[in-house]
């Protein structure tokens, strides 16, 4: 099991559990995270997953790829902070992961 983090853009926190290999959209469905829509179902196709990653877990998580960038170029008030969740994938160094939902999805 591994700790992931939800910080609502009110600043409610939710702290959850998920498996290695979970995505953090289907964690976030799990558990009914406000604000984590997955219209897409984690196709990468709607945007309506995007979080921002937390500064300290940057590194860590790395960049996304051509065809989560190229969605991101569709969310509202995307950053460098910006990620699907679908395509950010639970590993053992990502335990204890924090990421941020943002006030409201494209």
């Keep these: 099991m591994v700790k992931l983090t939800f910080i609502q853009s ?4 939710q702290e959850v559990t998920g498996n290695v290999g979970d995505s953090v959209m289907s964690i976030a ?3 009914n995270v406000p604000g984590i829509l997955a219209e897409c ?3 990468a196709t709607c945007a309506t997953c995007h979080v921002y990653v937390a500064p300290a877990w940057a590194h860590l998580v790395g960049k996304p790829e051509e ?5 991101l170029g569709f969310v509202l008030n995307s950053d ?3 990620r699907l969740g679908c ?3 639970m590993t053992e160094a990502l335990d204890g992961l924090v990421v941020h939902v943002p006030k409201r999805q494209a």
């Design 41 to 43: 179902g984690g196709c």
């Design 87 to 89: 395509q950010l994938v």
């Design 29 to 31: 469905q799990r558990h």
């Design 67 to 71: 065809t989560e960038s190229d969605m």
């Design 80 to 82: 460098a902070r910006s």
């Design 10 to 13: 009110d600043d409610r926190v």
